[in-house]
């Protein structure tokens, strides 16, 4: 008797693993960082993006893990993320910080998202592809709050009292990191690759710990790419999942971000300048920026000593360049008009960065009228005197 009791008592402490403390939270870290995957994998690149195919095999585990562990409906997801990327920070998006405020965003996050996910039109609307076949509609979509609960069962039968610790920590791991950092921080804070036309933020460069959704600028920029690391010193485990398994023949990528190429030595732009100039705007864009700092660091020396302007004015005027002009407020627009009058040279990169926009905002325009565009943009560029912009012109009618 006193012997069964204290088998009991023992199940009810460890469970039939037995595992230590330490143990513990490394199944638990290891569990959360598949949920991750799937989300990022199965619910984001694959589902709601199609930028790449996968297998049955791990398109249904997918499915089953994230009933087990989140109860998320895929068409409900995939239709939420959809809305968000085409009414993106505005009074639309189901959870922008930009409208809603980063608190809300960051700790009423899963609250918003649950909100939307009643909301018919925009399943109607954006809920198109999704799964529909009778496991879906008759397990995952119509019992979507069981399966968390059979989860919490599985965790406490494997390590008794700690396993509601374990679910809990499962439970929350979406709604934190998804709901909270990536759609409240992801918009907020963090730094931009590319100047996309929303507030996405790439928050770290390691896209570890949320299998790759931290590059949420490189996204936002490239929607539907299956791969969000841009530069070399990005990494995007989830982009490291998806080879593997295409190597063994359980995922087919279907998009990348465009890579431009070039031709280097060519005299002048001509259709296929144009036509990757237009293709690879973001790219275009990222490089002028680059060449606004050059030219930047050309006249600070005559901002600060000539025309004596405060160091305060200087550090707003200098992030306010890099900003995309269409997105300046009034104030901001006459900040800059004031450090104009002290450097022409700045003045003409701002401008000619307006004009260089007009290239892919082509709607009044036929391809011939935008390749003489270019051309003349090009030549009033190396005329300019200014060495930024003139390494700039050359690189840019050498793309082809």
């Not at 809920?127 to 008759?138: C, L, S």
């Not at 790419?225 to 530069?231: F, R, T």
């Not at 006459?334 to 990169?349: V, Y």
Request: glycine share 6%; aromatic share 12%; net charge positive.
């Amino acid at each position: 008797m006193d012997f069964s009791l204290h088998a009991v008592l023992q199940f009810i402490d460890q469970g039939l693993t037995g595992f230590s403390g330490w143990q513990t939270v490394a199944f638990t870290l290891i569990v959360t960082h598949i949920t991750i995957a799937a989300v990022t994998i199965y619910l984001h690149r694959h589902q709601a993006h199609r930028a790449l195919e996968l297998h049955a095999i791990p398109s249904h585990f997918f499915r089953f893990w994230l009933w087990l562990t989140t109860g998320q409906v895929t068409k409900q997801w995939a239709a939420i993320h959809r809305k968000h990327h085409a009414k993106c920070d505005t009074e639309e998006d189901p959870h922008s910080p930009v409208t809603r405020g980063i608190k809300k965003v960051f700790w009423e996050g899963a609250e918003l998202y649950r909100a939307e996910s009643k909301n018919q039109e925009t399943l109607d609307k954006y809920g198109h592809g999704t799964p529909d076949d009778w496991i879906e509609r008759n397990l995952y979509t119509r019992f979507s709050w069981q399966g968390v609960a059979l989860m919490l069962i599985v965790d406490l039968l494997l390590f008794g009292v700690k396993g509601v610790s374990v679910w809990g920590v499962q439970m929350l791991w979406i709604p934190v990191t998804a709901a909270g950092i990536i759609n409240g921080i992801g918009h907020y804070w963090g730094y931009r690759n590319f100047d996309c036309s929303d507030a996405a933020t790439n928050i770290i460069p390691l896209g570890l710990i949320i299998g790759g959704e931290e590059l949420h600028n490189n996204h936002h920029t490239y929607a539907t790419s299956a791969k969000l690391s841009s530069k070399w010193y990005e990494f995007d485990i989830g982009w490291g999942y998806i080879r593997m398994m295409e190597m063994v023949g359980l995922a087919k990528v279907k998009k990348l971000p465009p890579v431009p190429k070039f031709a280097p030595g060519k005299v002048q732009a001509d259709f296929d300048t144009l036509q990757s100039v237009i293709s690879n705007r973001y790219d275009v864009m990222a490089k002028y920026a680059k060449s606004i700092k050059h030219a930047w660091k050309e006249e600070l020396e005559h901002l600060k000593e000539k025309a004596q302007l405060e160091n305060r004015f200087l550090k707003s005027s200098r992030k306010l360049l890099q900003r995309e002009p269409g997105k300046l407020e009034a104030p901001q627009k006459e900040q800059l008009i004031e450090l104009f009058q002290h450097s022409k040279a700045l003045e003409t990169m701002h401008n000619m960065r307006v004009e260089l926009g007009v290239i892919w905002e082509r709607s009044h325009f036929t391809r011939d009228q935008l390749l003489q565009k270019l051309q003349d943009w090009c030549e009033r560029a190396e005329a300019s005197g200014i060495k930024s912009l003139q390494e700039f012109s050359l690189r840019l009618r050498s793309y082809a």
